[in-house]
């Protein structure tokens, strides 16, 4: 059998086991390497940590492609995010258009996907200078310095600074950015060599701020109070090229809603696409307000909020999420219908639809609604989750991951196939699990446990929630960054297992619980 890990072990292979593997695969390579020296390479290079991201999933979604038997063609990633589905889709061969309504992702997909070649920057004296001269620019006080770095890194004032960056990065930050205005301003860059740069730069910011990934709150104190994530957060950020791979196709990037862009696409890539890829949201987190400041940073417009912390302001989440991209996916009263009619306008020989079994769509509902489309087929994958805590146990002893498959051309599915396919999927994602900890008194709502930390000594993870764990883990967003140090970490990885039981056996899980606790996270602001 297959030695799968579970998603909690997963998840706790620590945030700085990405950046860190990160790091040694750049520092393997030259620095001024832009091309692909292998397709691997493109496909998992400079991927910011983005919750729900399906970087984990590339092998069913490869199965779920090889299954449509398109072997090139046209790919459409509705829900982009990160662009990894998209960058693998471009690898395979196909023509990508990559959408996603968020700012910074559309520029990662400008910079990442679009692009065939390197830009040439002919009016900056080309991309190498380009990049030694964002990296050299004198630091100034600006807009991201005053309101979202302390006023002194080394005495920091838990009241009112705000600790996304360090004060020196911060600075760095604000004169990249001012810098790279000035070109657009005076016509010094075009628009794909804008997205080359930001593309690097969201990457680079999310890299060395003082968070596990998500910008709804930071740290307390540089890498929470035990330091764990401080190599990253209090190194000096530096902007790379980012890699690039030729496929020698047009491929697109947009930024729309993805129930008002199917109806163009067929227009827009001059036939019906051959792939739709969904990946939307299934909770009720807007992603505009977990990565407000990756935003802010893109567009550049200086949300209007004081310097300081004032009630209600601890995170400066810029509000535009509420008004320009408040996601139907993220409400259980609205997604369904939006799915709905997401799936009656689209012309597409194949959708391919990833999402969660417990998400604000019921798993019967979007089965129904794929199911009314054409034929449907299932790629799936379960793995066993190993028990981890002694103390208390309600194991939910198997996790299933799944790529549905609409053949638009195919007979619609009966009530009775669909009733199947979702008795399938719902057998395998039964049970419940409990991990260690103790539970909370009354009850624990998403809310609380999209935020464990604020409970020490609760890790109490309920089915749906368990979901949550998956896309953080997913995306190597760690909620557990403790004591150990990366290099002991990394050590262990190799079987995590073997790195828990040493940690309950040495009868110190309380590692674990109390780097829950000490790594504060800001309260939502929603
Ligand atoms: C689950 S994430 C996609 C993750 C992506 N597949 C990856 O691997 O990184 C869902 C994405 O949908 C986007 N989104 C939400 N509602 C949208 C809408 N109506 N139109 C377009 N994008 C939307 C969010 O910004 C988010 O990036």
């Known amino acids: 059998m ?66 449509t038997g398109v072997k090139k063609g046209t790919f459409v990633d509705l829900f982009s995010g990160s662009t990894v589905v998209a960058r693998f889709a471009k690898q395979l061969g196909f023509r990508v258009l990559s959408n996603d309504w968020e700012p910074y992702s559309e520029q990662i997909a400008i910079g990442t996907v679009v692009l065939n070649e390197v830009p040439k920057f002919t009016k900056l004296g080309g991309c190498e200078n380009v990049f030694k001269i964002l990296n050299d620019v004198v630091p100034i006080e600006g807009y991201v310095t005053k309101h979202l770095c302390p006023s002194d890194d080394e005495n920091l004032n838990h009241e009112s600074d705000r600790l996304f960056y360090m004060r020196k990065n911060g600075m760095k930050i604000d004169a990249m950015r001012e810098l790279i205005s000035t070109w657009v301003d005076e016509g010094k860059i075009t628009s794909l060599e804008f997205g080359f740069i930001m593309a690097s730069f969201m990457y680079s910011a999310s890299y060395v701020s003082n968070t596990s990934g998500v910008f709804k709150g930071f740290h307390r104190g540089w890498g ?42 067929t227009d827009i890539l001059e036939g019906i696409p051959d792939i739709i890829y969904l990946d939307p949201p299934y909770n009720q987190h807007p992603y505009g307000s977990n990565y407000h400041v990756l935003n802010t940073i893109t567009l550049w417009d200086k949300p209007d909020f004081p310097e300081k912390i004032t009630r209600g302001t601890k995170s400066a989440i810029r509000l535009d999420w509420r008004t320009e991209r408040r996601s ?12 709905q009619e997401l799936i009656d306008n689209i012309s597409a020989k194949f959708i391919l639809t990833s999402y969660s079994t417990e998400g604000n769509i019921p798993l019967e509902t979007m089965m129904e609604i794929l199911g009314s489309k054409g034929s449907l087929r299932v790629v799936k994958r379960e793995y ?11 194991p939910k002893p198997r996790n299933v991951e799944f790529v549905v ?34 539970k909370k008194k009354d009850g624990d709502s998403t809310g609380d446990a999209e935020n464990p930390l604020k409970y020490p000594n609760l890790l109490y993870i309920r089915n749906d929630l368990w979901t949550l764990y998956d896309s953080m883990s997913n995306s190597d967003m760690d909620m557990f960054e403790g004591k150990n140090k990366p290099r002991r970490l990394l050590y262990h990885a190799e079987n995590p297992l073997k790195y828990l039981n040493l940690l309950y056996k040495r009868n110190d899980s309380r590692t674990l619980h109390d780097s829950m606790s000490n790594s504060e996270i800001s309260e939502s602001e929603e």
């Open 328 to 339: 139907a996916y993220n409400y259980e009263r609205k997604a369904s219908q939006e799915f």
């Open 384 to 394: 066993v989750r190993y028990r981890v805590s002694p103390t208390r146990l309600s």
């Open 224 to 265: 929470g109070s035990n330091g764990t994530a401080q190599y990253r957060i209090c190194s000096d950020i530096a902007l790379r090229p980012s890699i690039i791979l030729n496929n020698g196709k047009k491929n697109l990037s947009t930024r729309q809603d993805a129930g008002k862009l199917v109806h163009n696409l």
């Open 2 to 67: 297959k030695p799968p890990l579970s998603a909690f072990l997963i998840g706790l292979l620590s945030i700085d086991i990405y950046w860190v593997s990160i790091m040694n695969k750049w520092k393997k390579h030259h620095p001024r390497k832009t091309a692909a020296r292998d397709t691997k390479e493109y496909v998992y290079a400079q991927l910011i940590p983005y919750i729900g991201n399906k970087r984990k999933l590339l092998d069913i979604i490869n199965d779920a492609v090889e299954l």
């Open 405 to 438: 498959i609409t053949d638009t051309n195919g007979k619609p599915e009966s009530k009775e196939n669909i009733k199947e396919i979702v008795a399938d999927l719902r057998r395998i994602d039964s049970e419940i699990i409990v991990v260690g900890g103790k």
